[in-house]
């Protein structure tokens, strides 16, 4: 009886010491992520703005929501929002892809380029945007001027929509290329490299080689950069703001950009939950398709 | 050996106590901080503020960039009723928003305890137009620190050029001149328009950030007889989107096609930059940047630039009305600022005529004594026409959504611009979309049986018979 209570007491003392250990960490997850979560679904029910407290809030059940997805103009903005991540996250992943592959190989100067390769990533997104925004410049800018010196005409690139989508994937691909190359690299590198040996003795052609071996073994980690790519692709926010201001009208405005402008300008904090949920919702559902996709990726290599 | 440590030990606490009693004395001085956009004006002010001559004060600039994050870092303080700024230069259309929000001090309560502020120190059309909340209410939320207006600059070598003259006058049939009406400035614009020469007619701004393309097209919409609504019904549909305002949006989107190819999404930035290159014969700027355009460290056309007053327009009821813009910004006091008697002291002290002269040579004051010396007008070469042009400004809705309803015209007049939509579509949709917003505020929309041509008419009445020659 005497050691049963013993035993016990031990179990007991050890979860609570687990708990002790854990209770920071849980009391400041709690407080800086669920709380602001649940805060924000709360809000989303009620009609009010942070700016105009004294008119209160008042409850409109899923009003907002209703509003929300009535609206037209936020599916566009979806739409657009897809369209974005959809081109430059591809032209990312290809290029990084290929980048990595060919600094992989050992040659000469190759961590002085791999460094200066990593410099744009190194930027702050409305920096960027600036930079890019006088480089498209339809007059005076260097994109313009060196289509005309290869005898093309000049495009006004933030003055209409198509063109602008392409200017702002450009402006995002100059920027996070970079990042996929980093970890394509750390990837390839990986691998070991007898596996390369024996394909060379059984005589794999190069391409046979990349498409059958570095790109399958290399495969989780490219899939975590490309999650990771599509989640931050799709809260694009601040490029936008510094490159096109979300125009010509609304049609370069991502569903963020929609977020900010509401909550910040608008000051319609009640709606600007909603949406934000709304995006909420849809970056968990894409985050849990990918990660799922992801632990069958591990599970077979 | 230990005595000594322990004396050397004791003489470093006491050494660092009394430094840090030292700094934390000198933390005790105030420090007034003030939000603004970043520029000339800003320089300006605390170029003055330098001079202060209370030492314990220090003035602190918080700038941001012209523009959205600009409105959205003081509306934020305000959110959270924090006191990060103390005074803060806003926009005259913010006023309804931020006074109606309850976060700004009434300067009322100013005028009646101060000695000096008073509410006749400035002229009461300024002290209204960039502090008056409810419009006509006699209560004030800001003083008119930075007074500005839409102008015209222009090259006035090509102007005053005998072969461009008598070129001209062959083409059009009268003579080359400042223009006096926007017919005349579509005229003169084609007439510059030289593309194969680097040269363009009209420079004006058209992007979609913050009020880049609506300070413009209202100046236009305006001018033709249209307005933005009927502030007493409420009415949106059939003002904005009358046949007089898209007479005047369309005049402005015609405009573009005297200038850069891309100019379209211009920002006054880029106005500036292609006027200061010479690329532009006329442009639409605002006042606020002659002190750059002018200066000829800054532009290499300086010397061959002159400032006017914009345009006005002959509408479809053969009426001239002239109306512009208003830009520049008034300045309010944080509610939750905890060092009002340190800033009203301080703007008792600004607002003497001696630092508000020095303000007058860069940008425009708003103090009544300096605007009516015999030396303002001669401060520089704009301010005679800036004088002219206080008599033409108009404004956007002074109403608390007015962010929404900004950023929605916006959208609209930036896809008539882009050619997304044609003009009538565009206002139409803008119409619809504040009657929306109005109507989710709360306003009771009441309509009338029938809606104006030129709404002008209805709603305080400009236009006159005969185009008034002002430049």
């Known amino acids: 009886m005497t050691q049963i209570d013993a035993s016990n007491r031990k179990r007991s003392s050890g979860r609570l010491m687990i708990l002790g250990f854990l209770s920071p960490s849980l009391a400041i997850l709690l407080f800086m992520v669920a709380y602001p979560i649940f805060s924000l679904v709360y809000y989303s029910f009620f009609n009010f703005s942070a700016l105009r407290p004294a008119a209160g809030m008042k409850p409109v059940g899923l009003g907002n929501y209703e509003f929300l997805l009535g609206d037209p103009e936020l599916w566009e903005r979806f739409v657009f929002t897809g369209e974005f991540v959809a081109l430059c996250v591809s032209a990312q992943m290809l290029i990084g892809i290929f980048i990595g592959y060919q600094l992989q190989k050992n040659f000469r100067g190759r961590d002085l380029l791999f460094t200066a390769l990593m410099l744009p990533m190194m930027m702050s997104p409305v920096v960027v945007g600036f930079l890019w925004r006088y480089m498209f410049n339809s007059e005076w800018g260097v994109i313009n001027y060196l289509l005309t010196v290869i005898g093309l005409g000049k495009v006004d690139w933030l003055g209409q929509t198509t063109a602008a989508l392409f200017a702002a994937a450009a402006a995002d691909t100059w920027m996070w290329t970079p990042f996929i190359v980093l970890l394509a690299t750390a990837a390839f590198r990986g691998i070991p490299e007898t596996i390369y040996e024996a394909a060379e003795v059984d005589g794999a052609s190069p391409a046979y080689t990349f498409f059958r071996i570095t790109l399958p073994m290399s495969a989780p980690v490219l899939f975590i950069a490309l999650i990771l790519r599509l989640i931050d692709s799709f809260k694009q926010y601040d490029l936008f703001f510094a490159l096109t201001g979300g125009g010509p009208g609304s049609s370069t405005e991502t569903v963020s950009f929609a977020v900010a402008k509401t909550a910040f300008s608008y000051f319609y904090t009640g709606e600007a939950s909603a949406l934000a949920v709304v995006l909420l919702v849809i970056i968990i559902g894409l985050s849990m398709i990918l990660v799922r996709h992801l632990n069958k990726m591990g599970e077979r290599y | ?471």
């Open chain 2, 1 to 471: 050996m230990l005595k000594k440590t322990l004396s050397s030990a004791v003489t470093s606490a006491i050494a660092i106590c009394a430094a840090l009693g030292v700094s934390s004395a000198a933390r005790a001085d105030t420090t007034l901080t003030f939000v603004w956009h970043a520029g000339t004006c800003a320089d300006a002010l605390m170029d003055i503020a330098k001079d202060y001559p209370d030492k314990t004060v220090k003035i602190v600039p918080a700038l941001v960039p012209y523009g959205p994050e600009w409105h959205n870092k003081i509306a934020s303080e305000f959110a959270i009723k924090g006191d990060a700024f103390d005074f803060a230069m806003w926009d005259s259309q913010s006023t309804a928003e931020f006074a109606g929000g309850g976060h700004a001090v009434k300067i009322n309560e100013i005028f009646d305890k101060s000695s000096y502020l008073k509410a006749d120190i400035f002229p009461p059309a300024s002290l209204s137009r960039y502090g008056e909340y409810p419009d006509g209410s006699g209560e004030y939320y800001g003083l008119p620190a930075n007074q500005d207006a839409y102008g015209l600059m222009y090259r006035k070598d090509l102007f005053e050029d005998p072969k461009e003259k008598d070129a001209f006058k062959a083409k059009y049939g009268y003579d080359l001149a400042v223009p006096q009406t926007y017919q005349q400035a579509r005229d003169i614009a084609e007439f510059f328009t030289r593309p194969d020469q680097d040269l363009y007619g009209w420079g004006q701004m058209g992007g979609r950030e913050y009020d880049f393309a609506t300070t413009a097209s209202n100046s236009f919409l305006w001018s033709f007889g249209g307005e933005l609504y009927n502030p007493q019904t409420f009415e949106v549909k059939g003002y904005l989107d009358s046949p007089a305002s898209v007479d005047g949006v369309q005049a402005y989107v015609d405009m573009f096609k005297f200038g850069p190819p891309g100019s379209g999404n211009w920002g006054f930035d880029e106005v500036n930059a292609a006027f200061q290159q010479g690329q532009l014969a006329m442009a639409m700027q605002w006042f606020y940047f002659n002190g750059s355009n002018a200066d000829p460290k800054v532009s290499k056309f300086a010397d061959k630039t002159a400032f006017g007053v914009l345009p006005g327009a002959v509408g479809r009821d053969k009426k001239f009305r002239r109306q512009f813009s208003v830009g520049g910004q008034g300045m309010g006091i944080n509610k939750y600022s905890k060092k009002l008697p340190e800033l009203t002291k301080f703007m008792e002290w600004y607002f003497q005529p001696e630092q508000q002269a020095r303000y007058a040579k860069v940008c425009q004051t708003g103090l009544k004594a300096v605007l009516e010396s015999a030396e303002w007008q001669g401060l520089n070469s704009y301010n005679r026409q800036f004088s002219t042009a206080l008599a033409y400004l108009n404004d956007y809705w002074h109403l608390p959504e007015y962010p929404v309803l900004l950023d929605q015209l916006q959208e609209e007049v930036s896809n008539a611009v882009s050619g997304t939509k044609t003009v009538q579509q565009a206002l139409s949709d803008a119409a619809e979309k504040h009657e929306r917003t109005l109507q989710r505020a709360g306003y009771d929309i009441k309509r009338g049986d029938s809606t104006p041509e030129v709404p002008d008419q209805k709603i305080s009445p400009v236009g006159v018979d005969e185009v008034v020659v002002v430049n």
